[in-house]
């Protein structure tokens, strides 16, 4: 009986690998298709972004860095990007808890609004802040009354970084909470923790690297976002252009190799997001050490 179960058992393992085993031209031919598509639109456009950058020198390409014009771009990104990652991890994280771990009317709909912003083009998103806040908008009479600027001001920036970044966080978390369960939030509670208690004790140590994982991403978005970002800024020159709207301007100004260097910012803040993300993918895999008593 173990032996006619054992052969079976054999001619199944056999099977299921000669049904997933294709012929080596076909191995091939998708590896050399993968191979082509990467080379020519993701590695080519980045080294030459590189290249053209450093085409008149380094000292151009330095000029073109500390120009007062791009320092500001770079400031205003970077501040972007401080306001609307917080603001978007604390949202995410709250998002994330209330759908997996909670019942409640509404869940479908509140699941739907996080995934908003990925079916909204950019343009599009701008162009509703500009609708609520603009001179002519819902909020405009009174804000110019007040003489509160929104639009072609930070705040403008900031409010379309923060519609468009606010998925990463949440939807990186949410699928991670649901497999997670419930249980260890429960355990926690019938032992008498509090609710911020099982958060910071229980549910955020098991989250951490999908929450890390999410900031990345969301941090990534938030410096090399364009659409919305160009609909509401106005275009200020060293006021209201992050980094790429100043890429825009110097390649329309035919500035290229200055444009290019900008550029190369921004591919370096790609390559460090990359090297991170497989970093945490990496140390994700790792088993977490365990402590044996003696």
């Known amino acids: ?20 085993r294709e012929p080596t031209w076909v191995r091939y031919t998708l590896i050399t298709i993968a191979l082509i598509f990467f080379l020519s639109c993701l590695m080519l456009p980045l080294i030459l972004v590189f290249v053209e950058a450093f085409k008149q020198g380094l000292e151009v390409y330095v000029q073109a860095l500390i120009d007062p014009d791009t320092l500001s771009a770079v400031k205003l990104t970077l501040l972007t990007a401080a306001i609307a990652v917080p603001i978007n991890v604390i949202f995410g994280v709250a998002a994330a808890w209330a759908v997996s771990k909670f019942q409640f009317k509404g869940k479908a709909i509140l699941t739907t609004i996080i995934d908003m912003p990925f079916s909204v083009s950019p343009v599009i998103a701008g162009l509703m802040i500009v ?12 804000l110019m009354d007040h003489d509160i600027k929104i639009l072609y001001a930070v705040p403008g920036i900031v409010l379309a970084t923060i519609f468009i970044t606010v998925p990463f966080v949440a939807r990186e978390l949410i699928p991670l909470m649901e497999a ?29 690297w999908g929450l890390i994982y999410g900031v ?12 919305a970002v160009s609909v509401v800024s106005g275009h200020i020159r060293g006021e209201t252009n992050t980094l790429p709207l100043h890429v825009e301007i110097l390649y329309n100004e035919y500035t290229f190799s200055a444009a290019f260097a900008v550029s190369s910012l921004l591919a370096f803040l790609a390559l460090l997001t990359l090297i991170l993300k497989t970093w945490l993918e990496l140390h994700q895999d790792k088993p977490e050490p365990h402590s044996t008593d003696s």
């Open 1 to 20: 009986m173990n032996l006619h179960t054992d052969s079976n058992a054999l001619a199944l393992k056999l099977q299921s690998r000669d049904a997933t």
């Open 216 to 227: 990345i991403l969301c941090n990534a978005r938030a410096m090399g976002e364009f659409g």
């Open 131 to 142: 609708l609520i806040f603009g001179a002519q908008g819902w909020f405009g009479g009174w």
């Open 180 to 208: 997670q369960g419930t249980e260890e939030e429960e355990a926690a509670i019938v032992l008498g923790a509090s609710g911020w208690q099982t958060f910071w004790k229980v549910t955020l140590p098991n989250i951490k």
